[in-house]
């Protein structure tokens, strides 16, 4: 498997990991059916483009609980 190839699968892990967390999964059930560990998807969720509201909030760290849920 190439770099690019590695890549292209992170980014699309990524976008699922933010789609399922959107449709209410929690950090764990979405790790479990992805099959990655809990901080992989922690940092997937950090990775991706925040909106600013999300940003603010997660550099205040009200979010930040909310992630470990």
Do not use: C, K, Y
Request: avoid cysteine; aromatic fraction near 2%.
């Amino acid at each position: 498997m190439t770099t690019a190839e590695i890549a292209d699968l992170r980014t699309r892990r990524r976008a699922l990991v933010r789609r399922l967390r959107a449709d209410g999964l929690s950090l764990r059930e979405i790790a479990r059916q992805v099959g990655v560990s809990h901080p992989t998807v922690l940092a997937d969720l950090a990775a991706t483009e925040p909106d600013q509201e999300d940003t603010h909030e997660r550099f205040n760290g009200t979010a930040a609980a909310e992630w470990r849920l």
